[in-house]
């Protein structure tokens, strides 16, 4: 079974390349015009480079004269640069949990992690979870979660707490960006 990217992952060059006539490039970029590939392979060869096929083109597909081995390279650092910036660009979202009955020592020690958090530059998901009868005492746990936020600096309110189900009250907060 074939892909349709497949093509854009395999380079074809030289002998490889399937199609009767090409348009070639050579390695100064000007254009040669439309020629056998017999041709085509002959003049890479005669430079000391080879033909590595750029389009896929119906009629004439478009050839290149240059050393394969530095394509490779150039287009492998492309990739990785490519995915460095990918993976830079996402936000992770951190995530803290408490309860209502959390002691304030504890609730100091998860403020701390948060901070931490928020200066990476990460967001930070505030989850109150609720165990049996507590569900009873929301009033508390709004008020636990306001108290965790007064704890905090730097930072924003991007989904201001509400219930999750029955069993957690969750908000999302985020750095402020300077």
Known sequence: MKFKNNKSKNVVYNERIRSPKVRCI?????NLGIMTIKEAIDLAKFEGLD???ISYDKEAPICRIMDYGKFKYDKSK???LLNKKRRESVIKVKEVKFRPTTDSNDLNVKAKMATRFLSEGNRVK?????SGR???LKKVAFDKI???FDLLQNFIVLNEPSFDGKKSITSVIGPVST
Request: charged share 30%; hydrophobic share 40%.
């Open 26 to 30: 050579n390695k100064n970029n000007e």
């Open 146 to 148: 306001y108290l965790f």
């Open 134 to 136: 507590e569900v009873s």
């Open 51 to 53: 033909l590595i096929q």
């Open 78 to 80: 492309k990739e990785k």
């Open 126 to 130: 505030v989850v109150l979870k609720f």
